[in-house]
């Protein structure tokens, strides 16, 4: 570990100690303060010593980043005790909890649009966004894929939903929303995270105006055949100044948008990947389906396709179709 995070971490400790021991001497009978005072004296003893940082089972070096998150842990992530790995996937079932929270009502329906969606996390939390927010009549709907897996990218997810649902609220044009929406994003993200994304408008009267900005193509089907929007923009994040442009298209009652994330696109056998082909053809077969039924099927396809292969996307499907 690098002398800079060393003296800042012993500066952290020697704090620690002095209000521990102030603590203590106002509440002598609390023996957690001094057990706590017990593992800062090691702790700073550990770094006399010069074996501070060193997991006490392996000798290798513990993750710096959680001994700058907290400076008293002593084993490498290999080697949790039994208590540290309860306590960590406890956060973490809290953590899926809190995303979950975060889903659009399931079935939702709103502004003469009906839809369906399926999310489905390969951890327990997910890099995967999906929103669906009726504001005055209109119906917006979001979906996206944040770089990476895990904790970071479920953490940027949160943001983005955050920032669509208070941009939403105002009566900003869409493109100026997802510039917006970039901007903020833009400053939050580390270097090479970034979010493909698309988001949507969906009228009363079928006017459908979308913003692709390097997410998947949208596939929309209908009686007049089945239609791609692609991508028309980079993706969130990657540079905090750009302009967003949008497609319009107009559907009939009955015509369908699907969306999706990689968990399908680039789902794999052990010869070929799903790919954006077997995904059109899904929706143009579906095409007269109610949103759930088009859902249903394209995970009966993908099952029938990746066989028992673990995942290793998250998953998220999303449809909506003009039922009135
Ligand atoms: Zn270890």
Redesign the pocket.
């Known amino acids: 570990m690098a002398t800079l995070e060393i003296n800042f971490l012993q500066t952290q400790l020697e704090d620690r100690k002095r209000r521990l021991e102030d603590a203590i001497a106002l509440a002598p009978a609390n023996t957690s303060l001094s057990g706590l005072l017990r593992e800062v004296d090691s702790a700073l003893e550990r770094m006399d010593k010069g074996s501070y940082g060193l ?1 006490q ?2 000798h ?1 070096t513990v993750e710096q980043d959680r001994l700058l998150a907290d400076p008293l842990v002593r ?2 992530l ?2 949790l005790t039994q208590a540290e790995r309860a306590a960590l996937q406890r956060d973490l079932d809290l953590a899926s909890l809190v995303q979950r929270k975060m889903l659009p009502e399931a079935g939702l329906r709103a502004g003469g649009w009906e839809t369906s969606y399926h999310y489905a996390p390969v951890g327990p939390v997910s890099g995967d966004y999906c929103d669906l927010i009726p504001s005055d009549g209109h119906l917006f709907f979001v979906l996206g894929d944040v770089s990476g897996k895990g904790v970071a990218a479920s953490m940027l997810m949160t943001q983005l939903h955050a920032l669509f649902r208070s941009l939403t609220s105002t009566s900003m044009p869409l493109g100026q929303m997802v510039s917006q929406a970039n901007r903020v994003f833009c400053e939050s993200v580390l270097a090479g995270q970034y979010a493909t994304l698309v988001c949507g408008q969906a009228r009363p009267n079928g006017e459908v105006e979308i913003h692709n900005a390097g997410h998947w193509p949208v596939i929309v089907a209908g009686r007049g055949g089945v239609l791609r929007i692609e991508s028309t923009g980079l993706p969130l994040g990657m540079f905090c100044e750009g302009e967003f442009s949008g497609t319009r298209v107009q559907l009939e009652v009955g015509d369908t948008l699907f969306l999706y994330t990689d968990g399908l696109s680039e789902a794999s056998n052990a010869v070929d990947e799903f790919g954006v082909d077997r995904i059109t053809s899904l929706v143009r077969q579906q095409a007269m389906k109610s949103p759930a039924e088009m859902i249903a099927a394209g995970l009966d396809q993908l099952r029938a396709f990746a066989g028992p292969e673990p995942r290793v996307d998250d998953l998220t499907l999303l449809a909506i179709r003009r039922s009135a």
Do not use: I, P, R, V
Request: charge should be negative; proline fraction near 0%; glycine fraction near 0%.
């Open positions: 997991c089972e392996c290798d084993y490498c290999d080697h």
